[in-house]
């Protein structure tokens, strides 16, 4: 669980689905019976000494239509594919709910910098930006193959790491079939190897809950 402030006040946590049921349990306990509202893709609750909890549905849950369908929709497992990406490395997955069923991790050699100035400077950055560019054309080969053939059933795409570097990918003409599920949620991670994303996939399928004290 994750905890940090949120814009506009109170605090935004991010509960992983196998501690929600805790999680409220804990809520209630230290502020009271809660009522309970839907708000669009979120469920408000309301507590007796004033504190609120808006619990915002995870990537790729569907749009539930009373409070018992919307937590029972949070925690099933569904399909998501998972691009991390930096600019030496990338990290592609395909999971259903907790389990990580395939994926594919590949490191480039990216230059990351030098001392000299003038030609030799400029020749430099030639070569790291190709490098980059040819790191993120085997970022997009991965994708292609190992998600792009299950667009049809993937409830949503879930990214991180750099975001320059994802958008780089995500602009190949190939992968625009993944793009209308490509979710809001960014994950801040380290560069990417299978620890990474294994690591990763309990944050892609959090819920958010924006909480306001009392």
């Known amino acids: 669980m994750r905890a940090r402030p949120a814009a506009g006040g109170g605090r935004q946590v991010e509960v992983v689905p196998g501690r929600l049921t805790r999680w409220l349990d804990n809520f209630t306990a230290r502020h009271g019976q809660p009522l309970t509202s839907m708000r ?58 907790d389990e ?20 030799s400077q400029q020749r430099f950055a030639r070569r790291r930006d190709n490098q ?9 080969d991965i994708v292609v193959r190992l998600l792009l053939p299950r667009v049809s059933s993937l409830t949503a795409l879930v990214t991180g790491g750099d975001r320059k570097t994802v958008e780089t990918i995500l602009a190949d003409r190939r992968l625009e079939p993944l793009l ?35």
């Open 132 to 140: 980059a560019k040819a790191a993120a054309g085997d970022a997009v």
């Open 180 to 214: 209308a599920l490509r979710a809001e949620r960014f994950l801040d991670v380290p560069e990417p190897r299978h620890a990474v994303l294994v690591a990763a996939l309990p944050e892609a399928r959090a819920v958010t809950i924006l909480v306001q004290d009392p």
């Open 40 to 97: 669009g893709y979120a469920v408000r609750l309301e507590a007796p000494d004033g504190a609120t909890a808006e619990l915002h549905a995870p990537p790729g849950a569907p749009r539930s239509g009373d409070v018992e369908d919307f937590l029972a929709a949070a925690v099933a497992p569904r399909p998501l594919g998972l691009l991390l990406a930096r600019k030496s490395a990338v990290a592609v997955g395909y999971a259903v709910g």
């Open 100 to 119: 990580l069923r395939e994926s594919k991790v590949d490191t480039s050699y990216v230059q990351s910098r030098t001392a000299a100035g003038g030609w």
